[in-house]
């Protein structure tokens, strides 16, 4: 049984920086995974993905070269490096795991077979 479970949310001001992270149990094959979050009153967003095979990553352009996601295969573990936070990345956080990835459908909510419970990021100006 796949279990993910994310944990690294809190509050922070803006220019501030966190670290998620996301802790997968029950996945033993490559496979994709990212994160997406959800903000209130819109939908869910990708936001940094990564094939757990070859490392390969993916970013939304809102969070590129401030987001860095990177995972720790020995620990089973997915991160998401947050720097120079805004008060527009306050949302919900969720890890997702894709099983069989389809080319290019990065972000792609339907794809992803796995979610976790999701994590509360908050950024104050």
């Known amino acids: 049984q796949v279990q993910l479970v994310e944990f690294g949310g809190g509050s922070v001001q803006a220019g501030g920086s966190l670290r998620l992270s996301c802790a997968a149990s029950?996945?033993?094959?490559?496979?994709?995974m990212a994160w997406f979050r959800q903000a209130p009153g819109k939908e869910r967003e990708g936001v940094a993905a990564i094939y757990t095979g070859r490392g390969s990553t993916y970013y939304a352009d809102s969070v590129k070269g401030r987001f860095t996601i990177s995972q720790d295969n020995a620990k089973n573990t997915l991160y998401l490096q947050m720097n120079s936070l805004q008060p527009d990345d306050t949302a919900v956080y969720y890890c997702?795991?894709?099983?069989?990835?389809?080319?290019?459908?990065?972000?792609?909510?339907?794809?992803?077979?796995?979610w976790g419970q999701g994590t509360q990021v908050t950024v104050s100006s």
């Open positions: 029950g996945l033993t094959y490559s496979t994709r």
């Open positions: 997702a795991a894709d099983r069989d990835p389809l080319p290019n459908m990065w972000f792609q909510t339907w794809a992803y077979d796995y």
